[in-house]
């Protein structure tokens, strides 16, 4: 895919959102956007694997490995903007090995604000459409945090369904939790 290459649009609440792959002249809103992103989640309690704040260069080598697996079909990774700033950031990488190239991981993150819209439902289908025709994927995995509820309920509403959890394998700040292993087949 290129960079900047826009996949969608949506309305929500009446604002404009476009989805989209990233440039690496992204860098600096990504960086922004998943600060905001991992102290949203710390507030409430830990619900994404990172949770020391993104430094600007390391995110800019990020946004860069981005755009190159992207260009390589190694994954589609998409980026949803609102007024020219990510509000949401989704990707689904193929396995490397050539023996389960046809499985990829899913991950997605939205803004705070803008959950509970249909908007994650609207992004999370787009991308599995996407990766299933651009990455020849059959199969998408996932983990979640055993606490994260809203998040599991979510998968299960795309058709995830669970295949394996670590007891007490995540663990943010002291308090551990379960990681939940989910599985949709194509």
Known sequence: MKPGQVV????????????????????KTVHKF???AIKQSL????????????ILKEQERWVANAVEK???????YLLGFSNQ???ASTTIEKNPDQDSGH???FGIVLLEE????????????????????????????????GRNRRAQGFYKNLGFKEFGRIRKGI????????????????
């Open 103 to 105: 499985v990829g991981d």
């Open 70 to 76: 992207n260009t390589l079909k190694k994954s589609v």
């Open 114 to 145: 803008f959950t509970g819209k249909g908007l994650g439902t609207k992004i999370a289908n787009k991308i599995i459409s996407v990766a299933e025709s651009e990455l020849k994927l059959k199969i998408i995995k996932l983990n979640v945090f």
């Open 8 to 27: 969608d649009s949506f309305l929500v609440d009446g604002k404009k959102i476009v989805l989209r792959c990233p440039r690496l002249s992204d860098y």
């Open 34 to 36: 998943f600060n905001k």
């Open 43 to 54: 507030s409430a309690g830990g619900q994404l694997n990172r949770i020391t704040p993104v």
């Open 171 to 186: 663990n943010i700040k002291g308090k551990y939790t379960d990681n939940i292993f989910m599985v949709k087949y194509l």
């Open 85 to 87: 700033s990510v509000i």
